[in-house]
């Protein structure tokens, strides 16, 4: 069964990027979709983008500009990268596995709260 | 931007039947799925496709679909059921290819 888990720092400052690494274990990473999804405290989910394996990408439109995911298939790991970040962007962010049946595996969740 | 609207909450008592509406323009052409949230607790996905079921989720979840609206009913309600449901889908432009409703928070009174 395959599982996620994300790290990276809890803490940002305002204007600095955001970076957060998925590590997938149990499978491979070389096939699905690998998503962003975060939540800020007591509202709902946010789709922030997804990559192939292939390293193909899709983003949502209102955070394109700020948002780069990677992967690193030698490593089954995928990466976020959001820059200029602002408090508004304080979320729990997950990393899934996402593919023609819907999200079917999530990580845990990390807090990212973005204060100086 | 494209949006999926659900309401905002749902109550039901013990034995009765949940309805949790999804609305967006889309959705005649694009699947939906759903999830439901536990407080401190990632999602998990309880229908795909609009109404298929995944494997170990109980019967008493079901999906379908009408026109621009999707609905997530839940039969025989019980209180480990007390969660936030999110839908998801896709514009059909291709602008937006994932998209999360707004939630709901389902209440066994």
């Known amino acids: 069964q395959v599982q996620l888990q994300e790290s990276g720092p809890g803490l940002v400052k305002p204007s600095e990027t955001l970076s957060l690494t998925c590590t997938v274990s149990?499978?491979?990473?070389?096939?699905?979709?690998w998503s962003w999804i975060r939540q800020p405290p007591g509202k709902g989910l946010e789709w922030i983008g997804y990559?192939?394996?292939?390293?193909?990408?899709n983003y949502n439109p209102s955070l394109k500009s700020r948002v780069t995911i990677s992967v690193d298939t030698s490593k089954n790991q995928f990466s976020l990268k959001l820059s200029s970040v602002t408090a508004a962007d304080t979320a729990v962010y997950y990393c899934?596995?996402?593919?023609?049946?819907?999200?079917?595996?999530w990580g845990q969740g990390t807090l990212v709260t973005v204060s100086s | 931007s494209y949006e999926l609207t659900q309401p905002p909450s749902v109550s039901v008592s013990p034995g009765q039947t949940a309805r949790i509406t999804c609305s967006g323009d889309?959705?005649?052409?694009?699947?939906a799925y759903w999830y439901q949230q536990k407080p401190g607790q990632a999602p998990v996905l309880v229908i795909y496709?609009?109404?298929e079921r995944p494997s170990g989720i109980p019967e008493r979840f079901s999906g379908s679909s009408s026109g621009t609206t999707v609905t997530l009913t839940i039969s025989g309600v019980q209180a480990e059921d007390e969660a936030d449901y999110y839908c998801?889908?896709?514009?059909?432009?291709?602008?937006?290819?994932?998209?999360f409703g707004t939630g709901t928070k389902v209440t066994v009174l």
């Open positions: 899934a596995r996402e593919g023609v049946r819907g999200v079917n595996a």
């Open positions: 149990g499978g491979s990473i070389s096939s699905y979709y």
């Open positions: 990559i192939y394996y292939s390293g193909s990408t």
């Open positions: 889309a959705l005649p052409k694009q699947y």
């Open positions: 496709k609009d109404s």
């Open positions: 998801q889908s896709a514009d059909s432009s291709g602008t937006y290819p994932s998209v």
